[in-house]
């Protein structure tokens, strides 16, 4: 009797976890294993046949959008990124806002510090000097990209705000375009420079997903897309 009661209640649990959690979980599984699936391959040595047809297909495009690129490369750094994410802080622990910045301190602030752990775990060296154009060759690792990942961390949890501050909904709608079409460019303007692999980007966009999906569905589990806060 009891042994039932167990199992009914831990049903209960789980539906429950279900329905608060049904879409930032399975976004953020989602992401993680196809990370994981992609570090595994990179591991291996078996993303040369994705890699190498796009790097070679970027090198033929250069020299138009090169201002477009380095400015995207520029704003996507560490150091932009960073103070991005300070002056919010600032301004909403002024305002009181508390619970939103423990939660732009971890999505964000976790996405860049995640990035240096990974780049650390999987040690994977930056593309052949053949490669790179007009930037020097970094002397950091190369998997995931810090750029694409610490912005695609940062644009991510400051859109996730806007949805818990209820915003308007043209704002919202222009600010998910707005910073979605930034995070695209500057994972491609990583690669458009060949600092980077291609599957370093694709890394980067992956392991943010997850990190802010999950931070995202710990702190407001009832945030879906499409409702009010």
Sequence with gaps: MRASRLVAATARLAARAARRLSWSLPLCLGAAVFFARLASEMRE???DAFDEPIQRWVAGV???PDSLMLACTRAG???PMTLLTLGVLVVLVIYRKLRE???????AGGSLLLNVLLKAWFQRARPAETWIYLLPTPASLSFPSGHTMGSAGVIASLLVLLWVRGAPHGARITALVSGAAFVVGVGVSRVYFGVHYPSDVLGAWLAATAWVSAVTGWMYPRLLPGTKP
């Design 77 to 79: 750094g560490m150091l």
């Design 62 to 64: 250069r020299g138009v």
């Design 45 to 47: 040595g078996e993303l």
């Design 101 to 107: 910045a423990r939660f732009l301190a971890l999505a």
